[in-house]
């Protein structure tokens, strides 16, 4: 059995489909570029799909993965192709990798988020980004399905801060006009903080409230590196591992031949 590593994006009007949409529309899919897919067992087989950390309905995102199990080895970029053709614009399957490392979704401990706060004045922006870091704990509530809820949204953050202008031309709702562009690193922790609930800690600490909802887009996320405040490639080690892997019999002999061979 094959398995399969996918990196796709929600963009645009997309942003707003939610996870079973996407389940939904990634099924078809696979239906449509005929992926041997391995199906599981039981009355109701379905196929093997693991989805890891989906972003929140109505976020954009450029870092989503999945994985999938095939019964019939495929080409990894080629197998890219023929699901981002059978996708919607806006959903696109960009990165196609074989697994070879296990615990993908073990990587995924951090997010690289950015806001797009439109009607802010940066500089009020900055001083409310001062405002959230200097605080030991930042307490905001969220609306679960078993009420109101009270959590630190301050000790996730492992950075934020203010953009002049935006850094990544695929994110959601660019525009000419002025606005304060934020970029969050947040840890994956148990309760999940969210970009919304740093929003409304910005809102706690030092009246921070944009006239318009906030365009929000994930740009990474990945293993994250303490040394070097970054989030990590979640995919790189499946590569690394391939480079790694040492030839067969048969291409050690080939390469052999061709080294032999007479110029």
Known sequence: MQRIRLRYTKRGRLRFTSHRDFQRAFERALRRAEVPMAYSAGFTPHPKVSYANAAPTGTGSEAEYLEIALTETRDPDKLRELLDESLPTGLDI????????????????????????????????????????????????????????????????????THSETQSPQADRP???????????????????????????????????????????????????????????????????????????????????????PA
């Open 94 to 161: 960009i990165d196609a990798v074989e697994a070879r490392t296990s615990g993908l979704a073990d990587r995924l401990t951090a997010s690289v988020w950015e806001l797009r706060l439109d009607g802010v004045d940066p500089a009020d922006a900055e001083r409310a980004v001062e405002a959230f870091k200097a605080a030991d704990a930042v307490e905001v509530q969220r609306k679960t399905k078993n009420g109101m809820r009270t959590f630190d949204a301050r000790s996730a953050v492992a950075s934020l801060d």
């Open 175 to 261: 525009t000419d006009q002025p606005c304060a562009i934020l970029r969050l690193v947040v840890r994956h922790v148990t309760p999940a903080v969210r970009p919304d609930d740093v929003l409304s800690g910005l809102r706690a600490v030092a009246d921070l409230a944009p006239p318009v909802a906030a365009a929000v887009t994930r740009l990474a996320q990945g293993l994250f590196d303490e040394e070097t405040g970054t989030v990590t490639d979640p995919l790189a080690p499946d590569r690394e591992a391939v480079t790694a892997v040492p030839p067969s019999h048969e291409e050690a002999v080939a390469a052999s031949a061709t080294a032999k061979a």
